[in-house]
Every structure is written in C-alpha cells, then in structure tokens.
C-alpha cells in the first residue's frame, strides 16, 4: 500500500516541480514512509498533521506550499469520508454563533501575550502590514496603521469602533496620532488585559464582547482581521451591526484575507490546530451581505504583502523560540513553524489567500470617494 501511495504522491507532486528527497529547497525529505498514505487520504489535515509529527521536512516549507498551490494540487487529493463529513458539518451548522463566538479567543489568542509579543512587530498588530517604502516590519505595520487612517478621512474629536480590536494596536495610534477615541471589542481575555495596559492613558477603551452586542453610534468604524472569524452564515449580521452604528456620513473600513472562491469552511488543518471555526470571505459572499446596506467606495488588494509580514513574523519567531520555549513544546514550535511558512506560500502562490481593505459608506460620498494608497 505504501509503495503504491509513494508512487501516487510523486505523480502529484512532480506536477509542481517538488521531488521526494530531491536536492531543491523545496523538495520534502521524507522520514516516515506512512507519510504517503495519509498525505493522499487526508490532504492538507495529514500534510499538516505529518509534519508536526516529523514525518516530512524541507529546507523551505513556504515554497513547497507555494508550488503545491499554484498547480492546483489541493484540488487533485482525495478525501476520506471522515473528512468530508467534518466539511458537511461546517455546512450545515452555524459554528461562528453567539453562544460560539469566544472559542477562537480561548482557543488562539490567548494561547500567551508572551508568545505574540516575541512575534509581532513593537505595536503588537496581528495583521497584513503595508510594505510600500517600508523596510521593517515595524515601519510597514505603522506603514498599515497610517493608511487606514488616511483612508478613512480620519480627523481629530471624533468617536471610532474597531471591531476585533487585538492588543489595541489601531487605537492606541489613532488616539496618539489623530486625537480621536476609540472603543474596541475583542474576545480575548489576554488581549483585553495587555491592551488596556498598552493604551494607558488614552482615550482607548477595550471591551471582552462579541460583536453582536455592540451598540452606540460612531463617526468612524474599522475591522482589521476580524471577520475571517464570522462565518458566511453570519455576514449579514455583521454589517448590519456595522451600519446599526456608523453614522449616516461615516466610513466603515474593513481589512480582512479573502479567498478566490466561495467557500463554507476553513482548510480542515487551520480549523483544527490554529482558528477553529474560522474561514475566509469570497468577493461574491461580501458582496451579497453589503447589498443595500453599504456603498463600496473602494477595494483595495494587497495579498503579496502578507507573504512578507509573515515571513518576517517567522523570523521572529524562530530567532525568540529560546525566550519562550519552556512554555511550550516541540510539536508546537513545528506546528506554529507550518503555521507561519505555508500561510506565506498560500499568499505567494495568489492562488488562494488574498488580502483587502475595502471602504464602505452608508449612502455614498458626494462628488466621489479619493482613494488613498
């Protein structure tokens, strides 16, 4: 069975110029021959899962993925029953719920603010930088903070919702910057309790609460990587909640990873190891819950720019492991390692992950919106 598996996965793989053992940085060194078997039964899960365990290695994971993506091989790996019944599910019902809605806090960001603050840039944004003129990951992430501001014509006095507001990185350089109060939501308890620290002294309040429960009446609103955690079930309640609060002259900007393709479920590895219960927006799907609820002004895509912010999350990463280490274990430190290097590829391949800011108005900007890049 196995040899059989072996010579299946070469076949696939060869398609995208990888080889079993081969000499290129992006060939895979196998160490475990049941690695075949459960690569072609269960796709990116036992791909995944496999190079936690050791099975697999290569000298540069995010361009095995890169590679696998751009021919098109996801496409071409059977599933097992097991699998296509877990995608059923995420069909069926809605996992992004209310009563659901602070599994992801538990689950991702609150694995450690020692774990975050050892990857992400001074600011602590857990988001696409904007790498134009930038040549640090702190100059491109201020680089983001900065464009969002300017983008949504922000000015002095005025009152911001930043929904799924992280370690409060938007507000605290909105308020610093602008002269504006922010409240931000998060559902993360570690979140909530660093951020409040970091924004000390500023007219930054951050909030444990899902978005659903949001009221009050803003002149700005912005969501930066927060509704990769809503659901398509959920979208339209999303922006309705969005419109609900922005004022009738103000801008929603909304940054988040999207995907080519309509989809209904996160790939089977992220959901179960990294965002559970997540999954990535279509042009058509936010397009069918802005329909006459928002004017989109404009849509901005910068997809290429993520390769290199988690690229640069990665490095950081690895250079700190040591700092961190003893709070957690190995198989962690490789899932994470897979984590950040097949997320780069997938934005290198552009063959799947996208990333876009887009901005809205509730009734459209007379004499037109300048867009700003």
Known sequence: ?????????????GLAGVKINGSNPWDIQIHNDEFYKRAITEGELGIGESYMDGWWDAEKVDEVICKILRAQLDEKI?????????????????LQSKRRAFIIGEKHYDLGNDLF?????KRMNYSCAYWKDAGSLDKAQENKLELICRKIYLKPGMRVLDIGCGWGAFGKF????????VVGITVSKEQV??????????????RLMDYRDVNGKYDRIVSVGMIEHVGYKNYKTFFEVANKCLKDEGLFLLHTIGNIKSEKANDLWTDKYIFPNGMLPSVAQ?????ENLFVMEDWHNFGTDYDKTLMAWFNNFVMNWDKIKNKYSERFFRMWKYFLLSAAGSFRSRRRDQLWQIVLSKNGILGGYLSVR
């Not at 069975?1 to 793989?13: S, T």
């Open 78 to 94: 059977q599933r097992k029953l097991s699998i296509l019944l877990r995608l059923f599910t995420a069909r069926l019902f809605n």
């Open 193 to 206: 309790e660093l951020g409040r620290k970091l924004c000390g002294g500023l007219p930054v309040e951050i």
């Open 117 to 121: 603050q050892n990857m992400l840039d």
């Open 286 to 290: 936010l397009g069918k819950a802005i």
């Open 174 to 181: 909105a308020a610093e910057k602008y002269n504006v109060e």
């Open 1 to 13: 069975m196995n040899n059989k598996c072996k010579k299946i996965a070469e076949e696939i793989l």
